[in-house]
């Protein structure tokens, strides 16, 4: 046991940390992602949502990219759940209980939920059953905007003509005629 | 860390977003289950990038988002054209694809 | 940018050395050439945020940008005449790429198909300088050679030297995006055109479109689109081509459409868009492929892909699928036959916006790319020594085809949209006959005179509130005598009378066919008698349908009283003063923009005195050739010059008169007389040919109906994809899908009946019934899966993907 601990590298204080936080934030994050797709209040499923999206972000923040996790907390959080509640409210959707789904259905969605993720699970243990992932320091915002604007600038501009469509259509679509 | 415990949490995530995709008769609710599922993929994406130490993962994670961001856009026009036209977002009334 | 290709690139040794004529190193108005699109850009984002609060509601931003442009091109212009004639400064190098020799390997003897020796003599003569640079020029004025060569006239020309300048936009993948400015005498005169014109309509506007609904949205696109047409001209690579091209297009959409509120003016500026997507395809695929095959799929310079075509190592197929490509744009974008047909829908818009896009100068975006790219196609078509390609075929149907539709039009603004398209019907075979200056010199002229036909249209049009001649017009000669005057003017420069701007160009044109072999006048890039004819025939069209116009819209008694209250064909204007009483004369912000297109379509035709003409100083011949055509310059390819003859002059002139006399005979005497004598308003004879002659009632109707284009575009083209195509997937999608999935079951049941009743009842009963049975279940199964329910869809996909994947897992593991 000893010689196991000490094969691993003298940071193995800040790897075990880092692996406890990983397991908590995780459970939290599976836990309320279930709680979206079950629970029957419509706006409970948006605030488990913003819990699972700041749990994203915290997954982030533990792979470095301290950028995205910021960016995701603010377009995600900020912004995509303030407009899931508009859409809530504008639809009259109704706040209480809704979900009345058909047995059935609900046992081919798990059927099929469970299928994928043997399928997922399998083929990621055979693959990828030793690689490690060793953070020194969290990626440079300006690395990430260097090669946002060099390397991969065509598809930046395409995101950015695809935010301009989706800008246009979505008037088109929901204007009132 | 090792690899396969964020691409298994992204898996699990993008499991459950498929169930709710397939179980949920509100739409909105439907939009929600497929942001898990665009989060899931996020992780992967980045990841990967720590993995290989390269940049273009957490690239293409904020592209994601900002896909994300138009989807959800466009998604929340379509429900409320929905519902405008049939006063309610109730997809399993919507089966006007029926052969 | 030139000195990082030529240190990054070894300079290839074989092929002809590197000539290079450009220079980034010339006077500041030339240099600073950028500054003239940048003005009417800044004065768009001026109208458009401050425009409203403005006293004038953001007309002054726009008059006082176009303004000062048009005086910075002036200056310009006089840089480039200073620059063209003694320009001796350092040559940049050539920014061709020739380092890349692997990519047109495959066409190692297309050096011969260059070579036109029927020419050789021509070119030789017309080598007025060839500007060399050392090969391992690293700049400075000491290491470049000049060697003037010029042989013959004048003695001592110039070299001809464009100037470039340019930077970097960005980079990518290895390639640099440039943004810069080529100036020569094309574009320093595309500048003159387009501020010119656009001062005079901004000015026109003020007066026409004054109480407008939307007046600052006009002010502000008429603005842009002046930006975007100098960007359009001044741009030094496709890539910044293709972006001016495009904002033009766009403001021509938001100009056409000014007045969308009525279905007539969207659906015409709609149809306008998507016409030149058509073309715009094209260009793209064009481009892309001058990019590869000329550029080497390392630079988008203008300059390099031509120099790169002229010295013959670019393979001819990537050429002709590069011109062809580049045609459709051409044709889109120039209204030339068979993609032309937006052209005259255009005349939605407001008439200045017509005078200004689509006569005077985003009409010519595709002549002028034609020009600018004029390598491409002159090898793409082997214009050299031919007498037939696709780029002059197509201008000389367009001329003719449009010239008779102009006859059946009674909408003023339609005959001269019509014009306007068998006017740059005459370009493209100008160009596509190797009369490079004439086709440009056309076009320099024809600016003039159109502009000066449409703002006189408007003019009257503002008087009577229509555009109808038949019904709203005649007379209006005493009642608008200064535009009359003006508009008779505009007419017989179109038409081609001498001393006016229009005989000097069409009659180059006519030269330029080489078609001529009567007297002496020959010479030309080949035998295209066919496109001379086509000229003639045109010529001849053009007079008479002006001289109709004129008898419409001028002459015979004022209808407008008649009846029509409701007529406001276009809603011109909402402004008090409406029908009372007689129409009157414009006002002299209307009159004088007229006065100026006159004079210069009067005077423009001078510039360009045919070689010879005797009682002409040598000096006061040629100037335009001399000043705007890159001749021996390299990244022009060797045209030869047709020589000019008096015979075709008169031939020509007579030919125009031939067709005013014709016209005249029929309006102005029979059309007229009898008016006067029954006292009715007559605009055509009751019993005239058309009505008696069955034939020519046919091509009446054919005319008419603008050669049923219109309907195969929206009958038969959108109709098959709307219509039967449609039908047919939803047939496929009833009949054979669904009828798949309900009928494997009962299928089945029959076939296991047949077997049942037929082959063996008692031994595989039970097998037979019991597979019947299950194929029955099946297909009721499988019925129900076809829901309509988009999450059972969703459901099925991913279990689908989920087996799949499993399935390939295993497949691997085995």
């Known amino acids: 046991m000893t010689a196991l601990l000490a094969a691993i590298s003298s940071d193995a204080d800040i790897m075990v940390a880092q692996n406890i936080f990983f397991g908590v934030i995780a459970a939290v994050m599976i836990v309320s992602a279930l709680r979206v797709v079950t629970s029957a209040n419509i706006v409970h499923a948006a605030l488990w949502l913003v819990v699972v999206l700041a749990g994203v972000a915290a997954q982030f923040i533990l792979l470095g990219a301290e950028f995205v996790a910021v960016t995701q907390v603010l377009v995600y959080i900020g912004a995509v759940v303030v407009l899931f509640l508009f859409g809530v409210m504008l639809t009259r959707a109704s706040l209480g209980e809704d979900e009345s789904v058909a047995k059935e259905k609900r046992s081919l969605a798990v059927a099929v939920g469970v299928l994928l993720f043997a399928v997922m699970a399998t083929a990621l243990i055979d693959t990828w059953s030793d690689d490690r992932i060793v953070i020194d320091e969290p990626q440079r915002v300006a690395e990430v905007s260097d090669s946002i604007f060099s390397q991969y600038i065509v598809p930046f501009e395409a995101v950015s003509v695809l935010l301009l469509a989706a800008l246009i259509g979505a008037i088109v679509v929901a204007r009132k005629d | ?99 | 940018m030139n000195s990082l290709l030529a240190t990054a690139l070894p300079f290839v040794t074989e092929g002809p050395s590197e000539v290079s004529s450009v220079t980034n190193d010339a006077s500041w108005f030339l240099e600073n050439a950028w500054i003239i699109p940048l003005l009417p850009a800044v004065s768009f984002l001026l109208i458009l945020f401050f425009g409203k609060r403005m006293p004038k509601k953001g007309a002054e931003f726009g008059i006082a940008a176009v303004g000062i442009a048009f005086v910075l091109a002036v200056l310009t212009g006089f840089s480039w005449l200073d620059h063209r004639d003694n320009f001796d400064g350092p040559l940049a190098e050539s920014p061709s790429v020739t380092a890349d020799d692997g990519h047109h390997d495959d066409d190692a003897d297309h050096s011969d198909d260059v070579d036109h020796s029927d020419e050789a003599d021509h070119s030789d003569e017309e080598a007025l300088g060839v500007a060399v640079i050392d090969q391992d020029g690293t700049s400075s004025s000491d290491t470049v050679v000049l060697t003037v060569e010029a042989e013959g006239e004048g003695g001592g020309e110039h070299a001809y030297v464009a100037v470039q300048k340019s930077t970097q936009w960005l980079q990518s993948g290895g390639i640099e995006f440039n943004a810069g400015i080529l100036v020569d005498g094309l574009s320093v005169m595309m500048l003159f055109v387009v501020t010119l014109i656009s001062l005079l309509v901004h000015i026109y506007s003020t007066d026409y479109v004054s109480g407008d609904r939307r007046y600052t949205h006009y002010f502000a696109f008429l603005s842009l689109f002046t930006a975007s047409m100098l960007f359009f001209v001044l741009s030094d690579n496709i890539l910044q081509m293709i972006v001016g091209w495009e904002l033009v297009g766009v403001c021509s959409f938001a100009l056409i459409g000014h007045w969308w509120e009525e279905k007539p003016n969207s659906d015409a500026a709609l149809k306008a868009f998507l016409t030149n997507r058509v073309g715009d395809v094209g260009l793209l695929v064009g481009m892309i492929t001058l990019f590869f095959a000329a550029g080497g799929g390392q630079t988008f310079d203008t300059l390099a892909i031509n120099n790169a075509i002229n010295q013959g190592t670019v393979g001819h197929t990537a050429l002709v699928v590069a011109a062809a490509a580049l045609m459709a744009a051409v044709m889109s974008k120039s209204g030339q036959f068979i993609l032309h047909t937006w052209l005259p829908d255009a005349m939605a818009g407001p008439t200045p916006v017509s005078a200004l896009i689509h006569a005077a100068t985003m009409v010519v975006a595709g002549i002028y790319m034609v020009a600018r790219l004029y390598p491409v196609f002159f090898e793409g078509m082997q214009i050299g020594g031919s007498s037939i390609n696709l780029l002059s075929t197509v201008g000389a149907i367009t001329l003719v085809f449009a010239g008779l539709l102009a006859f059946v039009q009674t909408d003023i603004k339609k005959v001269l949209a019509y014009s306007t398209v068998s006017q740059l019907g005459y370009m493209a075979m100008a160009l596509g006959v190797g009369a490079w200056t004439a086709a440009v010199f056309h076009l320099f002229t024809h600016a003039f005179f159109k502009a000066n036909l449409f703002l006189g249209s408007g003019s009257v049009a503002h008087a009577v509130h229509s555009f109808d001649m038949k019904k709203s017009m005649g007379g209006m000669k005493k009642f608008m005598p200064r535009t009359y005057i003006t508009f008779i003017i505009g007419s017989i420069a179109l038409a081609g009378l001498p001393p006016l701007a229009g005989f000097w160009s069409k009659d180059e044109i006519l030269v330029g066919t080489g078609g001529w072999g009567l007297f002496g006048g020959t010479g030309g890039n080949g035998a295209y008698t066919f496109h001379l004819l086509m000229g003639m025939v045109g010529a001849a069209l053009t007079a008479a349908y002006m001289t109709r116009c004129i008898y419409l819209t001028f002459h015979g008694e004022y209808r407008g009283n008649d009846a029509h209250d409701d007529d406001h064909a276009h809603a011109d204007d909402d402004d008090a003063h409406a029908h009372h009483g007689d129409p009157h004369e414009s006002g002299p912000r209307i009159l004088w923009p007229l006065y100026i297109l006159s004079g210069f379509s009067i005077l423009v035709g001078f510039l360009n005195l045919p070689k010879g003409l005797t009682g002409v100083p040598d000096s006061w011949q040629l100037r335009f050739e001399h000043f705007i055509e890159p001749a021996g310059a390299s990244y022009f390819p060797a045209i030869a010059h047709g020589a000019p003859s008096w015979s075709l002059a008169i031939v020509s002139t007579a030919i125009a008169l031939a067709g005013i006399g014709g016209a005249y005979w029929y309006y102005f005497v029979k059309v007229d007389g009898l008016a006067k004598q029954t006292g009715q308003h007559l605009t055509e004879l009751p019993n005239g040919f058309v009505t008696t002659n069955k034939l020519a009632r046919t091509g009446h109707k054919v005319l008419v109906e603008k050669y049923y284009l219109d309907h195969l575009y929206t009958g038969v083209i959108a109709g098959f994809t709307k219509g039967p195509l449609a039908r047919a997937t939803y047939w496929v999608n009833q009949n054979i899908i669904d009828g798949f999935i309900n009928t494997t079951g009962e299928t089945a049941v029959k076939v296991g009946r047949g077997v049942y009743d037929k082959i063996d009842q008692g031994v595989i009963e039970g097998v037979v019934n019991g597979s019947g049975k299950v194929s029955d279940a099946t297909g009721e199964e499988l019925r129900h899966i076809n829901t309509g329910k988009v999450q059972n869809y969703a459901a099925i996909l991913f279990a689908g993907a989920a087996v799949l994947a499993g399935a390939f897992i295993i497949a691997l593991a085995l």
């Open chain 2, 1 to 99: 860390m090792l690899l396969n415990q964020f691409l298994l949490l992204a898996a699990a995530l993008f499991c459950i977003g498929v169930y709710g995709v397939l179980v949920r008769k509100n739409a909105i609710l439907v939009l929600m289950s497929v942001e898990l599922i665009l989060n899931a993929v996020n992780i992967n994406l980045v990841a990967f990038g720590s993995l290989t130490d390269d940049v273009g993962g957490e690239v293409f994670a904020l592209f994601t988002i900002a896909v994300a961001a138009a989807e959800v856009g466009i998604g929340l026009a379509i429900v409320l054209l929905m519902y405008r036209n049939r006063r309610s977002i109730d997809l399993s009334e919507a089966d006007l694809m029926k052969g």
